[in-house]
């Protein structure tokens, strides 16, 4: 990886979704590890999501600043223990709007704050099918972040779970970003590829961060919507 015959360039996979690679260095990375690491602690901490009919999502996950649930947000971790979601901090809602910026311009930013942060935790068998991330009142764009090993993400379009898609390679420290046209397109992981984090980072398997705008009102319970990141 460290040699690339061809160079990883700043791409628009689709109108409004760019896949910017290595957007986060060595060091941000670490501090970003470090903080999901404590993010994923108990209570409100890592669990496994299970769906209304009965599935189980193979990505463990845990959220802040609304909890997300099939397929609604709460205030408390309703489908797990019960405790009260973690604190959105400033200085992660800070990266997304820095997130934004980089991938699609000033004139993308959102009015409001990121207050919404998910994160999927993939060890080597897991996935995410095809879903759209469509529970929230707000259109701004969706952040994403990787740390960890490499994945296939495949992100369609909005009207089926079917092609056409694309597939891009995310590696750790990509930063991926969909707005407008792209807002709500179907998009997943179908597959991790084990052992190809960087040996300095130290994680074994896959991190996604995902961040969002919710347009809730404050202190708004809401279930609605779709699916997760």
Not at 32 to 47: D, K, N, S, V
Not at 57 to 81: E, F, I, K, N
Not at 112 to 128: C, T, V
Not at 181 to 186: C, F, M, N, Q, V
């Amino acid at each position: 990886m460290d040699a690339e015959l061809f160079p990883r360039c700043r791409r628009e996979v689709a109108p409004g979704a760019v896949h910017v690679p290595d957007w986060l260095d060595a060091g941000r990375q670490r501090r970003l590890l470090e903080a999901c690491r404590e993010w994923a602690r108990p209570p409100a901490g890592l669990r496994t999501v299970h769906t209304p009919g009965g599935g189980t999502m193979t990505s463990r996950q845990v959220c802040l600043g609304h909890h997300w649930y099939p397929y609604g947000y709460a205030l408390t971790v309703v489908d797990g223990d019960g405790a009260p979601v973690k604190p959105m901090p400033d200085w992660l809602a800070g990266l997304g709007r820095e997130a934004v910026e980089a991938a699609l311009g000033p004139r993308a930013l959102p009015p409001e704050p990121y207050d919404i942060a998910l994160i999927n935790f993939y060890d080597a068998g897991a996935r995410m099918g095809m879903h759209r991330d469509s529970d929230e009142q707000s259109d701004a764009p969706v952040v994403s972040l990787s740390l960890g090993d490499s994945c296939v993400f495949r992100f369609g379009n909005r009207e089926t779970r079917a092609r056409p898609y694309t597939d891009v390679e995310l590696r750790s420290g990509d930063l991926f970003v969909f707005g407008g046209p792209a807002r709500l397109a179907y998009h997943g992981v179908p597959r991790v590829h084990p052992g190809t984090a960087p040996p300095a980072l130290g994680l074994t398997g896959r991190l996604n961060i995902t961040l969002r705008v919710s347009g809730f009102p404050p202190a708004v319970e809401r279930i609605m919507g779709d699916s997760p990141s």
